[in-house]
């Protein structure tokens, strides 16, 4: 099965930027990447996906390298209520089948 | 209405029991899994099912077992539950290959006494 890492955890303050980096060396081919964010209590929620190069949408930005081994998730000017834990997926072929894998995910604390 | 229901949302039992948590989805998604959080150790695989009649273990299957009763029901058994089996439980869905897109439900809180 792929492996994920991630760091456990992040600081920062509020109003800078965020750059979360998850490494998945055995990515497939046709494989997306995608992040979600959790707060305690709740289920995960979908940030961004993406497969190569850079994504963008309203939240956040996704910078995939031409290898696809790692993935950076980039929160820009974060505040107090992006702190929560941040989870990174790819799938992996197992027995010809896709599986989902997590990454441990990186706990994100935003200070005031 | 969520487009995933797990229920119940908490539940208590006692060690030995047998406890079954049940998951539904409006999504009409083919892919189904059921996922277990502990403190630091974020989301593991316990099942996936990619269709009806295709059920997988994950990563941690063993002292679980699973049902998939329609494309829409995805049910989560604990034969005789055990106290490190106490975790908060998720289920999820997908249309995806790659997994990715997963819709998560609300998770269930259980406890085992």
């Known amino acids: 099965l792929a492996k994920t890492t991630q760091p456990i955890s992040m600081d920062s303050y509020e109003g800078q930027e965020v750059n979360i980096t998850c490494s998945h060396n055995?990515?497939?081919?046709?494989?997306?990447i995608t992040w979600y964010q959790q707060f305690p209590s709740q289920g995960p929620r979908f940030i961004i996906q993406g497969y190569k190069t850079k994504v963008t949408n309203e939240v956040a930005s996704l910078f995939i390298p031409a290898d696809r081994k790692s993935s950076t998730l980039s929160l820009p000017r974060v505040s107090l209520s992006d702190t929560a834990v941040y989870y990174c997926?790819?799938?992996?072929?197992?027995?010809?089948?896709?599986?989902?894998?997590f990454g441990r995910g990186t706990s994100l604390i935003v200070h005031p | 209405d969520a487009d995933v229901t797990q229920t119940p949302r908490n539940r208590i039992t006692k060690t030995g029991k047998r406890i079954m948590l049940e998951c539904s989805q409006t999504?009409?998604?083919?892919?189904m899994y059921w996922y277990r959080q502990d403190p630091g150790l974020g989301l593991r695989l316990i099942y996936y099912?990619?269709?009806?009649?295709?059920?997988n273990k994950g990563e941690i299957s063993d002292g679980y077992s699973v049902s998939r009763q329609a494309q829409a029901k995805f049910s989560l058994s604990l034969e005789s539950a055990i106290p490190n089996q106490t975790a908060l439980y998720f289920c999820?869905?997908?249309?995806?290959?790659?997994?990715?897109?997963?819709?998560f439900g609300s998770g269930t809180r259980l406890t085992v006494v």
């Open positions: 099912s990619f269709d009806v009649k295709d059920i």
């Open positions: 999820a869905t997908s249309d995806l290959h790659s997994g990715a897109g997963h819709t």
């Open positions: 055995n990515i497939a081919t046709n494989d997306y």
């Open positions: 997926l790819v799938g992996d072929i197992h027995r010809g089948s896709y599986i989902p894998t």
């Open positions: 999504k009409g998604h083919d892919r």
